[in-house]
């Protein structure tokens, strides 16, 4: 769902703008929208997920983000599309949380890099998907039905209803949650996230912290006329909420949780940018509309067959070992592809092919590296609210891109953030970092599981 969102809201984007009459700024706020409420979404979702099971909480978000995607397509202005683009963010989040866990908890544990890596596999062929969408839905339904085309788009988020009813009937429970539960004591405190921080002493202060967080964001992403030292401000604001909600969370494995954040950002900070500029810079270099589209076509297989790769490669040879050779290879192919002219198409294509398999597949791994820090207990809510606080990079990228092109030109920005936080997700995973700064605070909290390649809990 992720990617056919992502994509799905792109190719409808200059028709929503020409529909409302919105400025540039105004159109992007509704992609940054579902950053916003991605983390809150993470959290709120992936305790139904650790309380009542992977299998509701997953039905739960198919839902909402059914519900929000047809109401777009009925949506009369700005506003309500704004808040529809927050509800779909905060679905999104909920159905990776309890997806990824599900997916992760269900098969063999030796297993369980190619399920993570089939599981992201998902994402790039959501975007292949959405794109044959726009291709054929958008001019038949814009043929019959002027100033209708973008909004059919949004219809077709009925698709994800049948699914679930499907999910709901056939499905089992993950079998990791069950056992967990079963092993549980039945007089045992519910310590599910929502309960620790909304039910808690704390609960007041966690609520307008909540709402606190959420304003800054909106006003970091939503309102571009921001001064740039109030956006700081916000950022560090919004921070200081995040790790204090992680700190009562985990009081004693706290700074694994914001250590996860800060390596997600950073992969986000390497992905997305590219992801995000990828066709700005190919036309800037000369390439035309008819062959950008069949570039960046060609670079999004790549990524689809990345995830695979990764599933197998991480069995293979170990999570934490091939997520750095990876980048590796990714990044050893950056430079020289960001500083080739237009007339390259071919060569062009096979290393931007190769650089998303590397660069960009690799994150199939991330569910199942996430997840080894957090016990059954605590994993949905722990891998959604972590993972997405980290997500807010996809937003932060594409700017700090834009911002740098200005001054050193497409490609070099593209590079220099691609190689730069690159360099930052491969130290963390590659040496364990989240379990290192976790001796030094708290030797006593660590546990066997994080970040190991071959068992996630034995709890």
């Given at each position: 769902m992720d990617g056919y969102d992502f994509v799905l809201i792109a190719f409808a984007l200059p028709h929503i703008r020409e529909a409302f009459g919105l400025s540039l700024p105004e159109a992007a706020t509704l992609v940054s929208a579902a950053f916003i409420s991605r983390w809150l979404g993470g959290l709120v979702l992936g305790a139904v997920g650790d309380r009542y099971g992977r299998k509701p909480a997953m039905i739960m978000s198919i839902f909402m983000f059914a519900f929000g995607s047809i109401a777009m397509a009925f949506a009369p202005g700005f506003w309500t599309l704004f808040v529809l683009r927050l509800l779909i963010g905060f679905a999104m989040a909920g159905e990776y949380s309890a997806s990824a866990t599900y997916v992760i908890e269900s098969w063999p544990k030796h297993m369980r890099n190619k399920a993570s890596g089939f599981l992201l596999s998902g994402y790039a062929f959501g975007v292949i998907l959405a794109a044959q969408v726009d291709k054929y839905l958008y001019p038949w339904v814009e043929s019959w039905h002027p100033g209708w085309g973008w909004r059919a788009l949004f219809l077709t988020g009925v698709i994800p209803v049948v699914l679930a009813i499907y999910m709901r009937k056939r499905l089992p429970e993950a079998d990791d949650w069950v056992e967990a539960k079963q092993k549980a004591s039945q007089s045992s405190e519910t310590r599910d996230a929502v309960t620790i921080l909304f039910k808690g002493k704390y609960a007041t202060v966690n609520v307008i912290a909540t709402i606190v967080a959420a304003a800054c964001l909106v006003f970091i992403f939503a309102v571009p006329s921001t001064p740039s030292w109030i956006v700081v401000l916000l950022y560090i604001v919004s921070l200081a909420v995040f790790v204090a909600f992680m700190t009562q969370f985990d009081p004693r494995r706290w700074v694994i949780g914001?250590?996860?954040?800060?390596?997600?950002?950073?992969?986000?900070?390497?992905?997305?940018?590219?992801?995000?500029?990828?066709?700005?810079?190919?036309?800037?270099?000369?390439?035309?509309?008819?062959?950008?589209?069949?570039?960046?076509?060609?670079?999004?297989?790549?990524?689809?067959?990345?995830?695979?790769?990764?599933?197998?490669?991480?069995?293979?040879?170990?999570?934490?070992?091939?997520?750095?050779?990876?980048l590796v290879i990714s990044q050893t192919i950056v430079f020289p592809l960001f500083n080739m002219g237009g007339s390259a198409v071919i060569l062009v294509s096979i290393l931007l092919f190769f650089n998303q398999m590397f660069g960009q597949g690799i994150s199939g791994l991330t569910p199942k590296w996430v997840s080894s820090y957090f016990p059954i207990e605590q994993r949905a809510a722990g891998l959604g609210f972590a993972y997405n606080v980290g997500a807010l990079g996809g937003a932060v990228g594409p700017l700090l891109g834009a911002h740098l092109a200005k001054s050193y030109g497409f490609g070099m920005a593209l590079a220099i953030l691609s190689v730069g936080f690159a360099a930052i997700v491969a130290l963390s995973i590659g040496l364990n970092i989240p379990k290192q700064l976790q001796k030094l605070v708290n030797k006593d909290a660590v546990r066997p599981q994080d970040g190991d390649d071959d068992i996630i809990d034995e709890a």
């Open positions: 914001v250590a996860i954040m800060i390596t997600i950002f950073a992969a986000f900070m390497y992905t997305w940018p590219i992801q995000g500029l990828l066709p700005t810079y190919l036309k800037s270099v000369g390439f035309n509309e008819s062959t950008v589209t069949s570039i960046v076509s060609f670079a999004g297989l790549g990524n689809a067959c990345g995830y695979i790769v990764a599933g197998f490669a991480g069995d293979r040879f170990g999570m934490r070992k091939w997520f750095v050779i990876s």
